[in-house]
Structure formats: C-alpha cells, structure tokens
C-alpha cells in the first residue's frame, strides 16, 4: 500500500502523542475540609484548581487516539499498490471501418492479449476495456458493418493510452504501446502528431489490411416526407420558417416553411445527411442491400427565381450524390509511421504523471470508522463525567457528615 499524501501521516502521529500527553495531566478540585471558624462563610462552588501528573481514562484515551489515526490515514490517500511488473503493455486495437478483414484484426491482437495490462479499442473514440476485450474484437469480426460506421482516430487511441499509462505507472518499470490498426490516410488528424510527442518512448505498430473503398450500393433513391409513408418524420404541431439548408458541402439560403421534424435517432444504419441552419435533421439517408435511399424532408421552392440560381442546382446535385461518408483508406504514408512508431527504449514510468486520483476505494471505509467512533467517544466522555460528578458528590456528602 502507498499513501499519496503521507504528509497527514506525520500530523496524525503528533496529534495523538498530543492526546496521550494530555491524558497524563489532569486538573482536578483541591481536597476540602469543614472549619468551626469560618462556618459563617457562605457556600460557594470551589473555583481553585490544582494538576495532577496522573493517567486516567484509558479507554477513552484509546478511542480518541484511534479516531486521530484514522483520520490522518484516510487524509492521507491510501492505495493497493498493483502486483509489480517490469514491462505494463497498453494494447490498442481499431474497430472502425478501415478495418479490412475483421479476423486477420483478431489474429494480430491475440498475439499480445496474454501480456496486455491495458486493453483499448478505438474508433473515433478510445474506450479501455476491463472486462473480455477478446469478446468485443470477436463480435467485431461477426457484426455486419454498414457505411455508416464510424471513423478511426488514433489521437483518440493515444489520448486513451495516455490515460492507461498513468494508472499503470505505479505497477511497472517500464510502459510498452501496441496500436494494431490499417493506419488509414483517415485516421489521422491535425492533432496527432502532437498528441504522439506526449507519449515519451516508442511505440509498437502492427499493420493489418485496410478495406476497400465501396462503390455506391446501387442508384439513389430519393424520397420526400411530404409524399412517403416514412417512419423518420413526424408533422410538426406548428410549421416554422428556417433561412438555410446544407447538404454536404453545399448550402441553400431560402425561408422554407418546414412541416417536418425527425422522429427517430440516426443509428448505425441511419445516418443524417444534410441539418437545417439550426442543428435539426433535414434529410436522412439508408443503406439497403440493393440501393441507398435518401429521405428528404426539405420543400423545394415553388416561386421565384430560387430554383434558375447555381446554388440551388449545386444543391439538388449533392441530394442525389452517391451514399455514405467519403473514406480515405489508402495506408499512411512511411514517413508519417517513423513519427508515430518513434526510436528509442520504451517508456520509463517516471516520466508518466500519475493519475489524479481523488478519492480512493479505503478512504471512504476509514472515515466511516472514524465517524463511529467519535459517536462512541461521546458516548463514553458522557458517562465518564456523570460518574466523576457522582464519586465528587459522595465525597463531599461524606466530607460534611464527618
């Protein structure tokens, strides 16, 4: 076990040395006699005091040390220090659609499963896995993929790792990165150069076939919510006027009269394919195995000069484009791979920042105990001074009647 802040440990300790001590001194009223000569005095309660180097109170000086102690303990951040272990491996494993053959994927990645510390799997995002990861790849492997399926990041996978290495840093000598992806022309962005120079060592890359670029599933079906009995749209209590429309990278200004609002979530198989000016979906576009059709929800201007403009036929061009994200799958290139793979030795532990843990799984358990304990202190403070008082009110009835 280590203490994150050891400092209250020290705090703790002279805080019940101070306890202790103040046990061994104790104050108490002066031994009191009845004189013939000053029996006309009148009574008053004695104000002098005198101490006593004499322990006393045992018990109640145990709780009270043991309530400083625990306090000083959970202040101080305890942690189980993992099983020690020269080498920790971050394994990291792409799940998106650059994938090109799910099950060479997971040929690759069950070479360093046995070894791994640390489990990732990643597409636009990183998420570690505790639990099975072999369970995740193999569901991957069978899972049919549609064109809607997300794209690879590996800033999003060297982000994730980052954050594994910081927990595992107190576990390890040495921290070792496996990425095994297609390492795509899409799945890098602008970010991941400098998101790779944080990780201060080299890194293990392992290529596996990228897929291929689909062509368009057939010709584009188009379909308006005015005149189709789709389920994605639902009539508008109130219609409303919106100003624009994009579609890709084309946009049409115009004030439409929109009568529609989407009634379901874009999912794996639905994604939206162009947005109103304010956010909402505006068409939606579906993948089926023999053609892609795309539902449109936009009315199309009936008066003026809207629909003679260029902008509009860019517009109505890019309705009937062909379906699904554009994909860059060609491999990265050389160069680019020497800067994500890196040179030298792995990374040294110490040159990770360990992990900003704010509450651990102990200190919680001690504070309770603490809390119990101060109840059970009171208790026993009270009873000890209900029985002084009576031994001190027996004394002086005994004193006066001798």
Known sequence: MIFLAPAFLAVAGLAALVVIGLHFVSTRDPESDVLPTVRFVPDHPVRATRAAARFQDGWLMLLRVLLVLLVGVALARPQFRPPHRTIARVLAV?????????????????KYFSDATAVILFDAAGREVTRRPGDSIAAFATARRSFAAPRGSLSAALITARRAAARLRDGADSLELVIVSPFAEEERDAATIPIRA????????????????????????????????????????????????????????????????????????????????????????????????????IPLPTSGDALLRPGFQRFLSSLVAPCGHPMALAPLPSSFMEIIRGIGPLVATGSVERQDARATPVAPWLLGVAALLALVEITVRRRHATRRRFADERSRRSSEAA
């Open 94 to 110: 792409d799940l998106s659609r650059a994938v090109g053959n799910p099950t060479e994927l997971a040929d690759s990645a069950g």
């Open 198 to 297: 944080l990780w201060p060592g080299r890194i293990t890359t392992v290529r596996v076939s990228s897929a291929a670029v689909p062509s368009s599933a057939g010709p584009v079906k188009v379909e308006w919510a005015d005149s189709s009995g789709s389920v994605l749209w639902a009539r508008r209590p109130r219609p409303d006027t919106v100003t624009a429309v994009r579609a890709g990278d084309a946009v049409m200004v115009h004030p439409f009269v929109r009568r529609w609002q989407a009634a379901v979530e874009a999912d794996s198989a639905t994604r939206v394919y162009a947005r109103w000016v304010d956010g909402e979906p505006a068409a939606f576009e579906r993948m089926s195995p023999t053609q892609c059709i795309r539902t449109i929800a």
